[in-house]
């Protein structure tokens, strides 16, 4: 469990055609240790950590420190560079690291930002690298279930009940320690209460505080205390700026932030095919999830959490185009979820925390997309197949067919 097989699997992957790769995701959410997991495969290794003084220093003494590297053999050596991102001219030093010395390093660049925001337009690390993310755990990684790719995307409808008991398990513990390696593996949730408090503070406080021009850190912090009782429903942020009396602004350019400090993500409607639907919208979800007290939001947020990161996971890995998103129309019908393959709705998602009947949107917008239709539910020891038109409705618990996920 704690190794992060699934990550060193698409490590491996990457590395092979690239020898510079990044390593990206939530504070805490293990990025040091699985570096340090990858490290032992390798002979020759040198970890460097911005946030370490005497790294710092080592670096500006000679940026290129990485050459005195003591050797056991001749296999090419492996470099962690990780939170270099801090360093003002980060990507310029990258690129002539890169230049210079990639036929005959491994490098692993890690960090907290959001690194996959500077491949844009005129990057000047673009062609050099490939990134992936890690995210905190989920069931799909802790059951190890999970089914081959094309296997998943030739019939995601396909389920088994074998483990059921392991499964629920991982879900109760991801429901209340929340997928972050410490407070879960600790399995208490005095540790879990104390480390979500101080996690929250030290970001916000320390983190985007440092990195940013923002002054309102006190604003800030309270809009993050109110995300949890938003969750499921469409987010209002004129309701915030009042509530918070702030502008319309300030509470988009916060959003910002944590989506970039990874602590939360959004997603956004479908519009393609779908008469009067609504567009100016977009839920958003925390990776903390424990900090949700409504059960079915707090359920409805773990969905999303292992939706996110198949889809993430499996862009990195560079099986297609997808993306996740939310279907509602008008008349205020609603899917929660909708995975979207290469620009095509590829399946229908919906998390109902106990309802074993499919929803009437779900059947509705099955109808119109004509694509195989999934209702989650929270505790449930099997499954029903309904049928609906050409199609079919699965009705399964969320734990045991999220964790088929590849």
Same mark, same amino acid.
């Given at each position: 469990?704690?190794? +992060? ?26 990025? /040091?240790?699985?570096? !340090? ?8 290794? %040198?970890?460097?950590?911005? $946030?370490?003084?005497?790294?710092? =220093?080592?670096?500006?003494e ?5 050459? /005195?590297?003591e050797?056991r053999?001749?296999?090419k050596?492996? =470099?962690?560079?990780?939170?270099? !991102?801090?360093? *003002?001219?980060?990507?310029?030093y990258?690129?002539g690291?890169?230049?210079?010395? !990639? ?7 890690s ?9 844009k337009?005129?990057?000047? %690390?673009?062609? +050099?690298? &490939? ?5 905190? &755990? ?24 074998? +483990?059921?008991?392991? /499964? ?12 972050f ?6 399995? *208490? ?20 505080r ?9 604003? #800030?912090?309270?809009?993050y ?18 509530d ?15 989506? +970039?400090?990874? #602590? ?8 393609? *095919? ?5 567009q ?7 990776? $903390? ?26 862009? $990195?890995r560079?099986?297609g185009?997808?993306?996740? !998103?939310? =279907? ?9 979820f ?13 998390? @109902? &925390?106990?309802?074993m ?7 509705? &917008? ?10 989650l ?5 099997a499954?029903? @197949? ?21």
């Amino acid at each position: 469990m704690r190794q +992060r097989k699934y990550y060193i699997n698409i490590w491996n992957e990457l590395s092979a055609e690239k020898s510079m790769v990044f390593l990206t995701g939530p504070r805490q959410a293990g990025k /040091t240790t699985l570096a !340090h997991f990858i490290a032992e495969f390798f002979t020759n290794k %040198l970890y460097f950590n911005w $946030d370490i003084p005497k790294d710092k =220093i080592l670096f500006f003494e000679n940026p290129s420190f990485f050459e /005195t590297i003591e050797r056991r053999d001749d296999s090419k050596p492996f =470099i962690v560079f990780d939170e270099i !991102h801090k360093y *003002k001219d980060w990507k310029n030093y990258l690129k002539g690291v890169y230049d210079q010395f !990639h036929s005959e390093y491994l490098f692993l660049i890690s960090g907290s930002g959001r690194l996959d925001l500077y491949q844009k337009g005129g990057d000047s %690390l673009a062609g +050099r690298y &490939f990134l992936f993310h890690l995210w905190p &755990f989920t069931v799909a990684e802790l059951a190890q279930n999970n089914a081959e790719f094309d296997l998943f995307m030739s019939d995601p409808l396909v389920i088994n009940m074998d +483990r059921l008991d392991v /499964t629920k398990d991982i879900w109760s513990g991801l429901s209340t320690l929340s997928g972050f390696p410490e407070p879960y593996v600790s399995g *208490k949730q005095t540790t879990y209460r104390r480390w979500s408090t101080a996690y929250a503070q030290q970001l916000i406080r320390e983190d985007i505080r440092d990195m940013t021009d923002i002054k309102s850190i006190q604003d #800030m912090e309270t809009l993050y205390l109110l995300l949890p009782s938003k969750i499921g429903s469409r987010l209002s942020i004129p309701s915030l700026s009042r509530d918070l009396k702030v502008t319309y602004n300030s509470v988009q350019n916060w959003l910002s932030v944590f989506e +970039r400090f990874f #602590m939360l993500f959004s997603i956004y409607p479908w519009t393609k *095919k779908i008469s009067r639907a609504i567009q100016k919208e977009r839920k958003v979800y925390i990776w $903390d999830s424990p900090r949700i007290k409504d059960d079915s939001a707090r359920f409805e947020n773990m969905v999303a959490i292992e939706l996110y990161r198949a889809v993430t996971a499996w862009n $990195d890995r560079g099986y297609g185009g997808f993306a996740l !998103h939310f =279907i509602k129309n008008k008349e205020q019908q609603e899917v929660d979820f909708l995975l979207v393959r290469d620009g095509a709705p590829f399946l229908l998602i919906e998390a @109902k &925390f106990s309802d074993m009947k499919p929803s009437a949107a779900l059947c509705k &917008f099955q109808l119109m997309l004509d694509v195989p239709a999934i209702q989650l539910v929270n505790d449930a020891d099997a499954y029903r @197949k309904i049928s609906n038109g050409s199609q079919t409705i699965l009705v399964a618990p969320a734990s045991q067919w999220l964790s088929l996920l590849p």
